[in-house]
């Protein structure tokens, strides 16, 4: 399987394209007003308990108040609030947990009234970012994650991935941290760590480090609600989580973020520093690659899949509903138990593909055609299940009940992606009529005078179709050189294909829309 990814930057945020055999199958927006990222550490303050639910409130600077519960406090929340007094208090020098002597384990069963109270502070880690109505969900377990290895504080206990199976390999890893890790610290191995050595295991673990010891450097004199320490972009996180040698090129679309990017897989991984390279082509990057098609089709309410059968999804509060439709695909009577085996298949890899895609989150019901042989069910379900374990999300799928419903629990920690593929029509407003073309000419030179001659703008750039694109630009004596000769400047002229026929925009010289 051949894999890539494409991050496209522009002035609003990051979107990052994940490729499996030229097909998208992970999309990821960072927007740069994103200040609740999951991993995030805010320095918080209880503002309400709740025994009823046994969850606390807390403030950490969001419209509404975050949500913590008791299960997510951890083990070890007492030795965490004796680590916050001390060093607000500023009574104890020293970053790293020696000389702390930890308080026994909170009772699994307990209340959290009897370890929480209004007004005191706790740092808390996001566990899941803000979603539809609700605040972000909190957990005051820290964790610190890096490439190999997860770093976790007020623990002494190594554990290594499940996936790693070798018990030679899953003893040497033990071996390895346990000579290098400091004391009161555990550590968690990850499953790209098979097969690494000491210096690299060290390097990332040292790293890990370092982010604690900066984190409680910024304690003291952090204001409450507010971010002691914040987890890297998301293009550095997916990349640190899912970079391995399968992957070909990361294709990046601006010199800044390709610098940033570069110096990281160097730093991660040296010998996968040449896989990153700078797209230098004129047209989008999305569009070169094709992957500003596959979101208009992917998304969307129907989804046609290639045989001409087709899902149709639907979102509500509580959970996702996907029902396959055969549509126009036909087959003989006798041959009817079949069919429905192949477009079930069919239509469980979109699935797949889809959840991932929007990263949809909680509970998804799927309605499978009905099938009357036993083995084709299992079949069915054998198939999901084998293909769901790409997602790296954690999930349940259970087997397909009486009514031939699948039911899929899939971990949420962001809002689900959601583009609309079908809108009122900008053109017209959703009447039916546009302004007539002739005047649109007369429009653009409009604007264009006030931004040259009021607004003094230089190195305006216009973006409309691509016909009138070519009005503008054809010819000798075409448009372009006239405005240059009437201006005193070049203006360029771009084609958007994305645009209606009487769209129009000017971009600055600084690569942002000029509003008129």
């Known amino acids: 399987m051949v894999k890539e990814l494409i991050i496209n930057s522009t002035p609003t945020g990051v979107t990052i394209a994940l490729i499996e055999d030229k097909q998208l199958v992970e999309l990821h927006k960072e927007q740069i007003n994103n200040n609740y990222a999951v991993g995030d550490i805010y320095l918080g303050r209880i503002k309400k308990i709740m025994p009823g639910l046994n969850a606390a409130f807390v403030d950490v600077g969001y419209e509404k108040d975050a949500f913590l519960h008791y299960f997510d406090l951890g083990p070890q929340v007492q030795s965490l609030i004796k680590l916050t007094k001390i060093k607000r208090n500023g009574s104890v020098t020293g970053t790293l947990l020696d000389n702390l002597k930890l308080e026994a384990d ?17 740092p808390v880690q996001i566990a899941k970012e803000p979603i ?16 190999y290895v997860v770093l976790v504080p ?12 070798s018990n030679t390999e899953r003893n040497r890893l033990k071996k390895i941290i346990e000579s290098i890790k400091p004391q009161n610290f555990g550590v968690i191995i990850r499953t790209v760590s098979e097969g690494r050595g000491v210096a690299e295991m060290q390097k990332d673990l040292l790293d890990l480090i370092a982010k604690w010891e900066n984190f409680i450097k ?10 002691v320490w914040g987890e890297m972009d998301r293009s550095s996180t997916l990349i640190r989580d899912i970079l391995n040698p399968d992957f070909t090129n990361v294709y990046v679309s601006t010199p800044e973020l390709y610098d940033d990017i570069r110096s990281y897989v160097h730093d991660i991984s040296p010998e996968m520093e040449k896989i990153v390279k700078l797209y230098k082509q004129k047209e989008p990057i999305f569009e070169h690659f094709g992957i500003e098609k596959q979101i208009k089709n992917a998304f969307g309410k129907t989804v046609n ?31 009817q138990e079949e069919n429905a085996l192949q477009v079930n298949k069919e239509a469980a890899k979109e699935i797949a593909r889809q959840l991932r895609l929007r990263d949809m989150g909680g509970i998804v019901v799927i309605d499978f055609i009905d099938m009357h042989k036993p083995t084709n069910r299992k079949m069915l379900f ?5 293909l769901m374990l790409l997602d790296r999300a954690k999930h349940t799928i259970l087997p397909p009940s009486k009514f031939g419903l699948v039911q899929i629990t899939r971990q949420r920690v962001r809002p689900e992606m959601n583009i609309v593929t079908v809108e009122k ?9 546009i302004k007539a073309s002739i005047v649109l000419m007369d429009d653009i030179e409009n604007n264009l005078n ?32 006239r405005w240059y000769f009437k201006y005193g400047q070049w203006v360029k002229v771009k084609a958007q294909s994305s645009y209606y026929l009487n769209e129009f925009h000017f971009i600055s010289s600084k690569d942002e829309e000029i509003k008129l």
């Open 450 to 481: 006030y931004i040259l001659r009021e607004q003094n703008e230089k190195g305006v750039t216009l973006c409309v179709h691509p016909y009138i694109e070519a009005y503008i630009t054809k010819g000798i004596f075409n448009l372009q050189r």
């Open 154 to 165: 007020f623990s002494n206990t190594i554990s290594v991935s499940k996936k790693i199976k």
């Open 106 to 122: 909170i009772n699994k069963a307990g209340k959290i009234s009897d370890v929480l109270a209004k007004n005191m502070l706790l």
């Open 218 to 227: 910024k304690m003291p004199s952090t204001e409450p609600a507010k971010r």
């Open 382 to 386: 054998d198939y999901l299940r084998e």
């Open 305 to 335: 899949l290639p045989g001409g059968s087709y899902l149709v999804v639907e979102h509500t509060e509580a959970l996702h509903v996907i029902d396959v439709n055969s549509g126009n695909r036909t087959a003989s009577k006798e041959n």
């Open 425 to 433: 029509c900008p053109a017209c407003g959703g009447t039916g009529e």
């Open 132 to 147: 539809s109505t609700k605040g972000p969900r909190l957990s005051s377990d820290i964790s610190i994650a890096g490439r």
